[in-house]
Structures are given as structure tokens and as C-alpha cells.
């Protein structure tokens, strides 16, 4: 016992002296027994372990058992040795991060018919873990017709859509990390930089009952893990594209009438997707490299006026795996993305002179070092960030004029917008396996985040200008410029305590201590929180093929700049003033002054609190059947309040009826930044009307069905039944960030409801067979989930409820999530020719995406409006009035090369 | 000054990635060409049963997923190869247009506060 402590003391101490330590370990490992064929075990057996990077070996201990731990995810043999005895051997044993396959070995006695025994498929189900997790394999990403936008990716696992991943807000929960880095823009934790589809070795979701080396989510962890170089070389060469001529429209008739903006669909033009990779040994067994040069081209003729949009991206990957020797391991990772747009449009009455220029390079890098100690102790290192800005320019530095007769607007987009950031972390972890009442597998981390967010935005041309009957007459000017930082520690310990055979307990925890600043000054936001993490995973028959599972966890979003912006200085006032016919700028009319928010102290970090129970079984050596119960709260709601304001209730006559809303008695800008959770709205006379109670609840069944790839095919089904429920919606930032509680009429009016981006029923079927004979591959992805609900909203003026932006006079006047989109329904196909000469795998081949071409409804104007079109006639677009559909169906054609 | 540097460095990160290439065929100049790997698969199969053989064909025939390397293709021997003069031409034309598009598809953004 004192053994475990000294030695859990001893790596707590190298983890602080090793300083800014999070850090998920991207690596599995194997261990396993070796015994004859009476099931002793056999000491002293020489193993081997054979990877694309060369060779490991372990001699076998008293008990049998060997292991080699921080294998990099791949594909592994295992192989076995003892004088005597024949080789046993288990081959292609697929590594994910964080797995740890058991692999047990049998030797025969030698005989002169067979010299090798090699075993069936490995273990399909991971009965140590507690957590719940989906894959995406590369055979898989290669064969099926997947959207190649790597963000998109994240709609083919269970349960998660880019919209919402188990029940979190829309595209700001997520923890997107390549190979470890976090990708995430850390203003609002959306998905910032992109790489090369083709670069993807696995996609790895997680967040389930994730291990407290996890966090900065609330919705679930993207690992993407990219491909390295080895000793074989590999190489890929692959062409893909399409034109107008290859698309279809699927816009109905009658959708077209209601609404004519939708009458001219966006075409895609010209699509050309270009990829030359190449990986391979420096030096054998030492040194690999890999490199990667894409191009990617999209030009659409938009919806509306806009002639053209050209979209490029070109890019360059460069790593470097150097093996120094089978104890240490560095990696080196370099990414340039020159990201760019033009015809960039705003709106479907967007002309080409009102659109907007985006220039949007990156850099990417990791820097990782790995020390084995021995095969009970290894070390993982590395620094990690990415650089990046992005601007939004006119194409015309004009200011934009505003027709208020027609309201048509001429000039320019009427705004510029930049956008700079930076994110650097330094990582690290220590993994450590002690043999003391059962086996255990210790763990502790932290990570070092220094992120810099800096917004700039202005009017066009100074100004954004009001014309009467083509004659200027009104203008104002506003503009900001602000740059915040997040800072983060984070430190982790956890344990996976394998108790007996089959019982596995996890626990562990994790404390993030997050502050926010200015350039200057001190922080202004300021948290400290500390997640416990505990489940339990039980092997039902001791057989490696049953577990039943459960965990509880609490899972704190990530820094986001977001939450604390608004209480930074560098807004100017917002002014107006007259415009003389001539367009020179006449007297300032009024002068509203930037009062920045403030922040209470020791505000409580966004998280939610999890509960999952599982089930998993194999049903064959190659197929994964899971069954899982998810449950969520979420907590810690951050956002603006109005203090000292005061609302008086008002009947006001809706579209629906009279309905009681609360008219704000002044034009205070007396806002304040807290945890929103007992917030009391009150009247003139200070008597409470009403009292925030944020709240968001997720409660989803799920049912995975796996294959791998044997016998020609391979296959991912799944169902999830799910139910958000809050009157905090799942729709982006809304945890963190909204303005809902500005207002008790956004905070308590019609509020509760489902989630937004959550479907109630989910089925999604991903898979390929490959035909014999004709080595033909067929691959679909198939997609039907029940509409979306939406709410009916209708804006008040200012004599109803008050002064505010428009934003706030916003109103359910129905309950939120009343009303439900058309059932959604979405099949694409993949059809390859392959020609396979040796190690060469050639490939021809075609993607029908939307095959049925189905024009299902995916949007609906939810407050009453009106478009006004070029042509200068003004259409009214009622509350329900279908505002988007499905993408219509699309040909594209690729070739490609790999060996 | 950004275009500079950006350009800079993608022109750095180009000849980083070329010259790694390069190197490979210098670096492994003094390596023995090893057997191929095919053939060394075809030999350990035939010592198999014919249930191991089956189940080892079965496990790595899937597309895309490489075998682990037990007998490596020598830079030398593949940089010798009609597959790997292909492969270079390939990377360079590949690198090359995409570093064209870097210099003649970006658009930089013209601004004062830039």
C-alpha cells in the first residue's frame, strides 16, 4: 500500500515540477496473458509487437503477462515465442486512443504441421471502460460518401449532429482536437480551423463517461487523429470534383411560390478537390515522414444577384515521426491553410457589389515528445496552437444606404469585420500501471492555455446611411475594437482500477481554473471549478465480449472569450446624424454612450452533469452491439441581467391573442455578467415579477450496432431517441452568451421547450460492401430524423415593451418547440471501380449525394417578414413559410491512386 | 508585411516538406534492398493452416488498412521504382499547384487597420 502512495507521490511531484501540464494521451495500449494450451500461464515468452514504425518486444513476467503501452492509434500484429511451443500470433489489431486491448495468447507444443498459430479478430468490445465512444475508421472514411467538410463529419456519429451533440449548444460544446491540438475559435469555441479530409486516419467520438483527462466540453469530444508516415510507403493521389451539369434542383413548385427567394437555388459551379500525399521512412525504423499538398476550389452562383462565390483553400501538411529509439519518440506537425473567398454574399438580395471579401489563413502546429520509462511508466509532452485571422472586407469601402420607402439597400455590405486570434497550449501527462490490490492505471495531467481573441468591426465608409426616395438624409457611424485573453490551468488525476478480472473501476478528477482579461489590466473573469469523474465497467461472463457499464461525471465548457467580451472597453458610442443631400455629413442628432457590462466575481464555470448506463456486447468477433441511456443537466448558466431596472406587465395584442409582457420602464444600459440562477425581475415598486430558473435537461437512448470490415463489408447503424427539455435552448451560445435574461420577456415568456437541434428520432446507417468479381464498392450513408422543433415569434415595438435593441423585443408569443419541421429523410451513394494491381489500388468513382433528390423543408420563417427581390416586387413571408431545403442532388466524379 | 511572412513561411514549410523528400534517397543510399514484402506475406502463408490462412486473409483484406510493416520497402529500392519516380512527380506537381494557389488565389484584404 505504501508502495502506491510513494509512487502516486512521486508522480504528482513530477507533474508539477514538469509545470504547465491536460492533455489526453492520443495512444492505446495492448497487454494481455500468454498460456499453454491447459491455460497455465507461460513465463519468459518472448512477445513482439510489429507496427508500421517496426518492432517492440516483452519478455513475459511470472504471472504470463505482458504490455506495451503508448502505442500510437494504428494497426498492430502481436506475436509470441518460447522454445518449444509454436508462434502464436494475432494480427491487424486496430489501436484507437485510449483503448487498452487484452490480448491472451495461446502456444501449442510444436509440430511439424503448423509453425504459426494465429488467433481470430481482436476484442470488439472494451470491457475496462466506462466511457461510451463511436469511431469512424479510416476503411470506412475511404470508402463511404462522406461529405469531405471536416466539421460535417461530426453528423455521421450517433446522437450528434453540427448542430447539437447530446443535447449541447449548437456548435459551441464541442472539443475539436487534431492529434491533441484544440482547433476551436476561443471566442465562442466553434469549429475554427480545417485540415485535409484525406489526411484523416480516425475519427474518434467521445464524451460519454469520458475519463477526467477530458474537458472543455459540454457537448462531446472530436478527436481527429491524422496519418504519419512509417516504415512501408503510402502514398494517395486523388481527384474530385463536379460541375452545374452534374447538379439538380429540388426546390417544389409550390415551396417556390410561397417563398420566391427560394425560387433561384445556390448552383454548384465548379468543385475541384485536388490531394497528393505521400509518407514513408527517412531512415528504417528511425525516422518517417508525411507530407500533404491539397487544393480545394468551390465557385456556386448564390441564391439572388451574386454572379459568383469562389471558395479556395489551398494546403500544406508537413510531419515528422523520429523514432530515437524504443523509448523515446518526438513528432512534429506543421499545417498552412490560405483560406479565401470572394462573392462572399449576405443575403439573397446581395448584389456583387454589396458582397464581402474573406481572407482566412492559418498555421497549425504540434510539437510532441514521448518517454517510455519502462512498461509500466511512460511520459507524453508537447506543445500545441494554431495562428489565424479572419477578414471580412467590402468589396467597395463605401457606406451602405438603406432605401426606407422600399427597403432596398445599395453601396456596399455596409460593414467590415476582423478578426485575429491565437491559441498556444502546453500539454503533458504521466501513465503509470501498479500491481497493488488488483491492477491499476494511474493518470496525471494538466494543460497550459494562453488564448487571444481580438474583433474588429466598423460601418463601410464611416457610416451606414437612411435614403428617402433616393435622397440621403440620416446616418450613423459605430465601430469596436476588442481583444480579450483566456487563460486556463487544468490538472487531472485518474485511475483505472481493475479490481478483479471482469470489474474495472474508474474515478478520477479534474480541476480547470479559467480567468479572462483584456489586452491590459487585470482579469475580469475569473473561475474555479472542479469536476469529479466516476464509473464502473463490469465484464458480465469474463469472456471479453459482454460489459455493462455505468458513469457520472461533470464536464465544465471550455474558456471561451464569449463569456466575458462584453465587459471589455474599445466600443465606441453609437451616433447619429443628419446626411445632407449631397452625401457630405451633416450635425450629430444623438449620441448613445458605450457603458461596457460588468462582471460579478467567483461566477460558477458553464457545465453539465452527466449520468450514463451502457450495455455491450459482441455479437460476433468483428460486430458491436451497444446499447446506452444518457442523461443530462446542464448547469452554471452565465449571462447579462438588468440590474435595478424595473418592467411594468402589459397586455399586448399578439398574432395569436393577448398575451401579458413586462414594458421596461427606462433606456438603461446597467447590465451585469453572473450566474443567472435566482435572478429577480422586478416592477417599479420593487416587487418581484418574476425569477430566472435556467434550466436544460438531455435524456436520449442509444443503440449502436458496429461490423468491422471482413467478408466484403462493413457497417455502422444506429438509433437514438432523445429529449431536450429547457427554457435555455440548445441554440449556439446560449449557455454562455445570449441576451435571453436582458429581458423577462425572453427569460420567462413561452421559454420553456424542447431543444431546437435535438431530434426526437435519429436513424443513420453508414456501410459499404465491396461486390466480388467486378470489385465494385457500393458505400451509403443513410439519414432520417424526425423535424426539428420551432417556436412563432413576433417583434414589439418599443411603445410595448419598452426601449432595447430589436433583439430583445423579440417574443414567443406561442411556446417555444410548438411546432415541428417535415420529417427528414437523406440518402447518398458511392459508387467505385476499383483496380487493384499489387500493392496499387486504383479508383474510379462517383457520389449521389441526395440520390432521391428529396426537397424536404429544413427552415421555416418563425417571425412574420417580408422580402423585397431586385426586381423590386415585396413578397410578405408569414410565420411558417418554408425559408430553406434540403441540398438538391449532386453528381461527383473522383479518381484516385493510393498505395 | 502579413503577406511576407505568409508567403515566407509556406515557401519554408514547401522546401521543408521537399527537402525531407530529397533527403530519402541520400539518407538510405547504404541500405540493402529487403525482400519484398509480398513475397515474404506469400511465404509465411504457406506454412499456415488453412484456417489461419483464411482468417489472416480475411483480417487484411480490408481497403486501406495497412498491414504493420515485417518487411519494409528500403527508400533506395522505392525511389529506384517506376511507382516511386511517379510518386515524386506527383508531389512536386501536387505541392507546386497548390503553392501556386497560394500566391495567385488569395485575395489579401486591403484595410487601414490592417
Known sequence: MKGIFRTAAALLLAVSCAAPVLAQALVGTIDGTIKDEQGAVLPGVTVTLTGKTGNRTAVTDAAGQYRFPALEPGLYDVSAELSGFTKAAQTSIQISPGRELNIDLTMKVQSLAESITVTGQAPVVDVKSSATENTISQSLLYSAPITRTAINVINYAPGVNNSSAYGAGAGSGNALLIDGVDTRDPEGGTAWTFYNYNMVEEYQFQGLGAPAEYGGYTGAVVNTITKSGGNRFSGLFDFFGTNDSLGSNNVDPAIAAQNPSLADPAKTTKYADITTQFGGPLKQDKLFFFASAQRFLLETDPSGPVTKRHEVSPRLNGKITWQMNANNQFTGHLQFDSYNITGRAGSVTTTDEQTVKEDAPEYVWLTQYRHIFNSNTFAEVKYTGWWGFYDLNPVQNVPEHLEVTTGQTYGSSGYYYYADRTRNQVNANITHYADKFGRHELKFGGEFERSTVRNRYGYAGGAYILDYYGVPYYGYSYSYDISGVNKRQSVFAQDAWHATNRLTINAGVRGDMIQGAGKTGGNIYSSNNWAPRVGAAFDLAGDNRTVIKGSYGRYYEGAQAVIFERGLPGVSDYVGFDVNPDGSFGDVQSVTPFVPYKLTSNIDHPAVDEETIGFERALTGTMRLSLTGIWRDNKNFVNSVPVGQAFTPVTANTDVGPQTLYKKQENSSDYLIQNVEGFQYIDINGNVIGTANPFRSYKAFMAVLNKRYTDRWQAQVSYVFAKTKGNVDNSSSAQTESRQFETPNLALVNAEGPGSNTPTHEFKVLGSYQIPVIETSVSGYFVSTSGLPYGHIQQFGSSVVGPGPSSSRRVYIEPRGAYHLPTLTQLDLRLEKNFNTGANRFGIYADLANLFNSGTVTNVVTRATSVTLRDGTTHPLPFGTPSGVQSPRQIRIGARWSF | ?114
Open chain 2, 1 to 114: 508585411m502579413r503577406r511576407l511572412i505568409t508567403r515566407t513561411a509556406a515557401w519554408t514549410l514547401s522546401f521543408a516538406l521537399t527537402g525531407a523528400m530529397s533527403v530519402v534517397p541520400c539518407a538510405a543510399s547504404d541500405h540493402k534492398p529487403a525482400a519484398p514484402a509480398r513475397a515474404a506475406s506469400s511465404a509465411k502463408l504457406t506454412q499456415l493452416s488453412p484456417a489461419s490462412r483464411d482468417l489472416l486473409a480475411r483480417a487484411t483484406s480490408a481497403p486501406q488498412q495497412q498491414p504493420p510493416a515485417t518487411t519494409p520497402s528500403t527508400p533506395s529500392s522505392f525511389f529506384k521504382s517506376k511507382r516511386g519516380a511517379v510518386t515524386l512527380a506527383l508531389m512536386g506537381a501536387g505541392t507546386g499547384f497548390a503553392l501556386w494557389s497560394i500566391q495567385h488565389d488569395r485575395k489579401p484584404v486591403k484595410s487601414p487597420v490592417r
